[in-house]
């Protein structure tokens, strides 16, 4: 089992390191590299990293001194990330003014559009996401300073996800007892590293698709630990996954009952400990959750100290298109409000036909419309999700079902009731936060249809996020022709 494990992680890490390399990211590292992710820059200002400023013309370098701080507002100040007239980074950092009385308000809000109008006031720059790939990367940048390209450590991370996966559907059908074995666990794994936006995702390496990246191998890991016993590492690994991605929060009855009755089944095999159950299940809960505790009550500190509240990550201080801020003024970030319009993006949208002035259909042929596409065309062996559902009965198969069905609504609702639905995507990626619950319920369901339709719709799959894959390698962003 472990041979497989490190065959599958190496193999699907190579995979998407040859999709880094030959895509528009490349894997050159360098110091800060703020377009491809601002959780380097803010690892690098929790450090105190000096800003090296070559000089022009032959000039002596100037190096500028930066001590350790939260916000990243030197290396802002000094050009190491761009001006913020340039949309694509005032969009991902939180811009903020504090005025005369203490309080901190966005800069969008005092901003009367003159780009130099902003720069003149005593503006704070922070990276405004949660801070949870910033810890992963916090050792690495401290060990090999600007030798770290997060496009490397995202193509390991997805191949860590693939093999975790794999062991992962493991323990899940020794649980929910589906006899046959076919599609085979090959054909499952190819489905999670080729036939999901997974594919898509882990080459990006943008501040939000490493992020997820993150987020995802994260829970999946948990999970797989949670299942084999090691409480301890999945719950530092649950809480590495919701401090990256906090609607992550929603797989944690699953991962409970998969803890759980692990412990339970220790209990079972050992008569001595087996009259002390409520004792081993509460040591077992506390393993279990201290890591999430941990890491979770970090992120609040770090948010009340950036931004005054526990529980803001900074989204209200980005900088934004004026008709996303007006949204989240009328509604807030998370609505019900949203929820009509981002259904219809993420689960009933057609891929769009790309057509030309003549109406003659013209390369890239088809793609996804710039707010998203419907999960079923990206992935459509998730439609086998109709055949595990739970049915009457006891025991564990029936209780792993529930809270697996449980842990997907809850993961996907977030993404559902958000104020946008991301931009230029294969797919709605927000739902990919449940990427682990979405192929243990599918591959459920697709060992109880007719092999040969099992089979078929990971064809399928695989073609549709390969074809995401191709329009990024040829420089033709999957949903850019909307």
């Known amino acids: 089992m472990r041979t497989r494990f490190l065959r599958l992680w190496l193999l699907w890490s190579g995979l998407y390191m040859l999709l880094v390399t030959l895509g528009p990211n490349g894997l050159v590292p360098t110091p800060v590299w703020p377009d491809i992710s601002q959780h380097l820059l ?62 901190i308000v966005p800069a969008q809000e005092i901003w009367t559009g003159s780009a130099e109008t902003l720069l003149d006031q005593d503006l704070v720059c922070h990276v405004g996401f949660p801070p949870g790939p910033a810890f992963l990367l916090l050792p690495l940048v401290g060990l090999l300073r600007g030798f770290v390209a997060v496009q490397w450590v995202g193509a390991v991370l997805g191949g860590l996800a693939v093999a975790a996966m794999d062991r992962l559907l493991t323990l899940w059908f020794a649980r929910v007892g589906v006899g046959r074995d076919v599609p085979s666990a090959d054909a499952l794994a190819v489905l999670a590293g080729a036939g999901t936006l997974w594919l898509w995702i882990v080459p990006g390496s943008g501040t939000f698709l490493f992020a997820q990246t993150v987020a995802t191998t994260a829970l999946v890991t948990a999970l797989a630990l949670a299942a084999s016993g090691k409480r301890w590492s999945a719950g530092l690994c649950l809480g590495l996954a919701i401090t990256s991605r906090p609607s992550m929060v929603g797989a944690l009855p699953l991962f409970l009952a998969l803890g759980l009755l692990q412990a339970c089944d220790t209990l079972g095999s050992d008569e001595k400990f087996a009259r002390d159950t409520l004792r081993r299940r509460l040591h077992g809960s506390l393993a279990l959750t201290t890591g999430p505790l941990v890491l979770g009550s970090m992120t609040l500190l770090l948010n009340h100290l950036r931004f005054g509240t526990p529980w803001q990550f900074g989204y209200r201080f980005m900088i934004v298109p004026p008709f996303l801020r007006e949204r989240v003024f009328e509604h807030g970030q998370l609505s019900f ?47 086998a999700l109709l055949a595990a559902l739970p049915s009457r009965g006891s025991g564990s198969r029936f209780v792993l079902l529930t809270v697996a069905w449980l842990a997907l609504i809850l993961t996907c609702l977030p993404g559902l009731l958000y104020y946008n639905t991301g931009w230029v995507h294969w797919g709605g ?54």
């Open 42 to 103: 803010q690892t690098r200002a929790w450090l105190g990293h000096d800003i090296a400023i070559a000089g022009e013309e032959g000039d002596e370098d100037t190096n500028i001194t930066v001590a350790p701080r939260l916000d990243v507002t030197p290396y802002f100040e000094n050009r190491v990330v761009r001006d913020p007239r340039e949309r694509g980074l005032v969009s991902n950092l939180a811009v903020v003014v504090q005025r005369p009385d203490g309080q």
């Open 337 to 383: 409000s949203y929820l009509g319009r981002n259904f219809r993006y993420v689960v009933l949208e057609l891929p769009m036909v790309i057509r030309d002035t003549a109406g003659d259909v013209v390369f890239p042929w088809f793609a996804s419309n710039p707010q998203g596409m419907g999960v079923l065309f990206v992935t459509p062996a998730f439609i």
């Open 429 to 482: 990626r927000f739902l990919m936060d449940a990427w682990p619950m979405w192929l243990l319920l599918t591959a459920t369901g697709l060992r109880r249809l007719p092999p040969r339709a099992a089979i078929a719709l990971i064809m399928l799959s695989v073609m549709s996020c390969s074809w995401a894959a191709v329009l990024t390698l040829a420089r033709v962003w999957p949903g850019c022709c909307g």
